[in-house]
């Protein structure tokens, strides 16, 4: 039975390595060059994951279409998408569960199914699968991950302690798992990949069937070991937390559809940044001339506009004075900010439909902006 924090079963010599992933000599990482997905400025920085082109088929089905990511050192990545969508099969390739079909990867310089030991004593997994032992209670689980890891005594119990506080399960650490709800249970798990203190931290829907509440001191307990240095690619169901993210990949049907921070993505989604504009009378907005840096202009009402521009704030003044010398009067203005379930709601159909993943798609969000 392998167990959360281990992220390669075993210790025994890993299966030979499939040409498309073998390197081209020794172990060392492909170059950091940016990818179409990522800007220059982050591959300067040292990677904790490279992941090129990976794709997986199980048979007939591909479950996994070349996708690219990058995770740098210190930072959080969400992979984020629906159930279904490929997320656990990326983190099992990056665990070195299972090897791709086709593309090439290095999780700190390595090879997954090559880790050495160090290495893997170097990350924390939790899998989206329940692998406690049940007839333990959570205190005695947790234990026994961090005597695996090396963990003496006395560090273990002050590990153990601090982990199960953090997940709020200090109360009950003597109560056995099967005695406990589903939501427990993960935070269990949670508490067994952080036991060790990892340099990086693999987790696969650590929210998943927890309350609001917890969630948000889970994630404001993952950011603070990103600032402490440690790097974290977390999976989640839950879209709105691609806020909490440094940098969000957007996953769907296996394939990734957008790949950015969360604001940039949410840029993608609308063309551009957008900006509610109301009038003091009813104004018709072909009246107006075309205005440098804006992308559109639309009427979602007798009195109100959708500004879409490069960069508001620059463009604002200009269609504000364009509808004044068009004999209007603004009465206010603000900016719009979409939902991430709009905007991955709007980046999926967009895939659907075979449209590019930036500017001209942005008209079902617009159509739910007017009529509210």
């Excluded at 924090?5 to 390595?17: L, N």
């Excluded at 172990?27 to 220059?40: I, V």
């Amino acid at each position: 039975m392998s167990y959360p924090s281990t992220p390669v079963p075993g210790d025994a010599a890993p299966p030979p390595v499939p040409a498309a992933i073998a390197p081209a000599s020794g172990d060392s990482a492909p170059s950091p060059t940016a990818t179409a997905a990522q800007p220059a400025v982050l591959a300067a920085t040292p990677l904790a994951i490279d992941v090129r082109g990976i794709s997986r088929n199980f048979g007939l089905v591909e479950a996994v279409r070349d996708v690219s990511l990058q995770v740098p050192e210190g930072s959080i990545l969400g992979l984020i998408g629906p159930s279904g969508s490929g997320k656990t099969t990326t983190i099992r390739i990056i665990t070195g569960a299972i090897t791709p079909t086709t593309g090439d990867l290095r999780v700190l310089g390595q090879q997954p199914r090559r880790f050495r030991r160090q290495t893997r004593e170097r990350i924390g997994y939790m899998p989206q699968q329940n692998v406690l032992y049940p007839d333990l209670t959570a205190r005695e689980n947790v234990e026994f991950v961090a005597a695996t890891f090396g963990l003496f005594v006395r560090k273990r119990r002050q590990r153990t302690e601090e982990v199960l506080r953090l997940v709020e399960l200090w109360d009950v650490a003597d109560r056995r798992v099967s005695q406990m709800s589903g939501g427990m249970q993960r935070r269990v798990a949670l508490a067994t990949a952080l036991v060790h203190d990892p340099d990086l931290l693999i987790l696969d829907e650590p929210t998943a069937g927890i309350d609001p509440l917890l969630r948000q001191q889970v994630w404001t307990e993952l950011r603070r070991l990103r600032d402490d240095g440690v790097t974290v690619l977390v999976t989640t169901q839950y879209v709105s937390e691609a806020e909490y993210c440094d940098w969000v990949t957007l996953i769907s049907e296996g394939a990734v559809i957008a790949s950015a921070p969360p604001e940039e993505v949410r840029r993608q989604a609308l063309g551009g940044d957008v900006v509610q504009v109301a009038t003091t009378h009813e104004f018709d907005v072909a009246r107006l001339p075309r205005v440098e840096g804006v992308v559109d202009i639309r009427q979602v009402g007798p009195r109100e506009l959708l500004v879409i521009a490069s960069d508001a704030g620059q463009a604002l003044p200009a269609v504000v004075d364009a509808i004044s010398a068009a004999g209007g009067d603004v009465e206010w203005s603000r900016e719009y900010r979409p939902t991430f379930d709009e905007v991955f709601a709007e980046l999926v159909t967009r895939h659907e439909g075979g449209q590019p993943a930036a500017g001209g798609g942005q008209v079902e969000i617009i159509q739910r902006m007017g009529a509210r």
